[in-house]
């Protein structure tokens, strides 16, 4: 059974947080939560995680010897840094250099975790999950590098995407890949650049705007910005 451990002092994180793993993020394995440092190094040397969601601001303890304390006694851990905070490029290179494999900014977008998780625990992610998002890091171009991701969902559309209420019936996609600030999707329909997209299909409450489209045999590309 694969396990994750989320590691943050805000009570409300944790318990959000482990409950949106098992209902919005389908994940179907064990997720243990740990309030500090200690009882984070605690769970590590007692049992086996597969993902280490580790918050940088811990009250007892400093994030990034938790982070290398981690990877010292588990490194098969793949080990995720959460901040609210501004990251220096000093403090990323340590975060790097400590083996953390992505920075995800707080509050957490539950979608960029969904994906993550999908990725890393892929037999074919876990073997090139820390070299693909360690070049992310080191890049600065984005947070890190498109998440492959194979999904269907639903969209409406609006040919004027100021007139976010006017959608037209429901259309099918798929989505091919996905950042903290947009997505690829492949879809039958014709799309056309600043179209309005509202989700749907467990990405209630999601909209977004078609930046880019490229014609295809199977229909269309388009690439999303979400708003």
């Known amino acids: 059974m694969n396990k994750i ?19 919005l993020c389908a994940f179907e394995g064990e997720v243990t939560t740990a309030a500090n440092g200690a009882v984070a190094l605690k769970e590590i040397s007692e049992g086996s995680y597969d993902i280490c969601f580790l918050d940088l601001n811990l009250p007892d303890s400093d994030g990034i010897e938790i982070l290398r304390r981690i990877k010292e006694k588990a490194p098969e851990t793949t080990v995720v840094i959460m901040t609210g905070d501004h990251i220096s490029n000093d403090l990323k290179r340590e975060i790097e250099k400590g083996g953390a ?16 998780i999908r990725y890393a625990l892929d037999k074919e992610g876990s073997r090139n999950g820390q070299i693909f998002f360690r070049k992310g890091l080191s890049e600065d171009k984005r947070k890190f590098e498109r998440i492959p991701i194979n999904r269907d969902v639903f ?57 880019w489209t490229k014609s295809v045999d199977t229909g269309c590309r388009a690439g999303i910005m979400l708003v």
């Not at 920075?103 to 960029?112: A, G, H, R, S, T």
């Open 101 to 116: 494999s992505l920075i995800m900014e707080k509050p957490v977008d539950l979608l960029e975790v969904k994906a993550f």
């Open 155 to 211: 969209y409406y559309l609006s040919e004027d995407p100021t007139e976010n209420s006017r959608f037209h019936a429901p259309l099918k996609a798929v989505i091919i890949d996905i950042s903290r600030g947009g997505m690829g999707i492949r879809t039958n329909y014709s799309l056309k650049e600043d179209q309005l997209l509202s989700f749907h299909n467990g990405f209630e409450n999601m909209s977004g705007i078609v930046k």
């Open 5 to 23: 451990l989320i590691i943050d002092d805000e009570q409300p994180l944790l318990y959000g947080m482990s409950k949106a793993l098992k209902k």
